[in-house]
């Protein structure tokens, strides 16, 4: 099996890349940087807006997992060249190479602007918190049309926050540990339809569902409540009307990720 990651050099790519090594598969590292392939690896440089690049980096894949694209909130014109334009790319290039499963990594700030519950369900209806979030929204509507349309299978992943370990108390809610982020992805690489699963692990203070991933193969295993003293002692108790813990999308939300303000920053 041959699967091709976009964005590989990335923060969640390289937490992946050891986590998903098998004999007899080969993961295609494909971004913008270079990339060192080790065993079982090849390496691409490109970048995912070029259509006769991902048209060649496509040749003799299985499955796509993209997780290529700004991470952070960008200008408009940013997000929407490279994580709207770049997703329609990588889907367009994956059908015309007959790809059939095909992973997006979509995020919580989606829905960001939701008020936090005890646990939102699956396929929550888009508020997005920013313009990164708007692109991610687009990016489900994508996948959801090449599904519809193309009959590919495609799983999109509203990823919390994946980090080797929690970093501040809202993370012992949206916490997804890299082995169960591993563990997802190999659920959606090969689950058929069409899904919108929340990337969060088993956490004790989960705001999130697990029926969808659960649904499809995935099982979390961590929980990040065992940094819970160690975090809270650094911080605090959580206050539950902060903007960090009242809002799905947290500090994503804050003012000044206005239009405005973003824009004069880029100045």
């Known amino acids: 099996m041959r699967i091709l990651v976009t964005g590989a050099a990335g923060g969640i790519g390289t937490q992946l890349r050891p986590r998903m090594a098998r004999d007899g598969r080969v993961l295609r590292l494909l971004d913008v940087v270079p990339v060192e392939p080790g065993p079982g690896e090849e390496a691409i440089t490109a970048d995912i807006t070029d259509p006769e690049a991902m048209a060649g980096a496509m040749h003799g894949v ?7 694209g700004h991470s952070t909130e960008q200008p408009w014109a940013d997000i929407l060249d490279v994580n709207i334009n770049g ?4 889907l367009e290039a994956a059908r015309q190479a007959g790809v059939q499963h095909v992973v997006l990594a979509s995020s919580n700030h989606a829905a960001g602007f939701h008020p936090r519950t005890a646990e939102a369900p699956d396929y929550l209806f888009p ?3 920013t313009f990164y979030g708007v692109g991610k929204v687009a990016m489900e509507a994508l996948g959801s049309l090449y599904h519809d349309r193309y009959g590919l299978a495609v799983t999109c992943l509203r990823i919390g926050s994946c980090f080797p370990r929690p970093k501040e108390p809202r993370m012992l809610s949206t916490w997804l540990s890299p082995d169960d982020c591993a563990r997802l992805a190999e659920a959606s690489l090969v689950a058929e339809g069409f899904h919108v699963v929340w990337g969060v692990s088993a956490n004790t203070r989960r705001w999130w569902s697990l029926e969808e991933g659960r649904a499809i193969g995935f099982e979390p295993k961590d929980d990040a409540e065992v940094y819970a003293r160690e975090l809270i002692a650094q911080h605090g108790e959580p206050d539950p009307d902060a903007m960090a813990h009242a809002l799905l999308g947290g500090s994503f939300c804050r003012p000044e990720l ?5 824009t004069t920053r880029k100045r």
């Open 258 to 262: 206005d239009v405005d303000n973003l």
């Open 87 to 90: 997703t329609y790319v990588v």
């Open 127 to 129: 508020r997005p918190d």
């Open 62 to 68: 299985d499955a796509v997992l993209h997780l290529g």
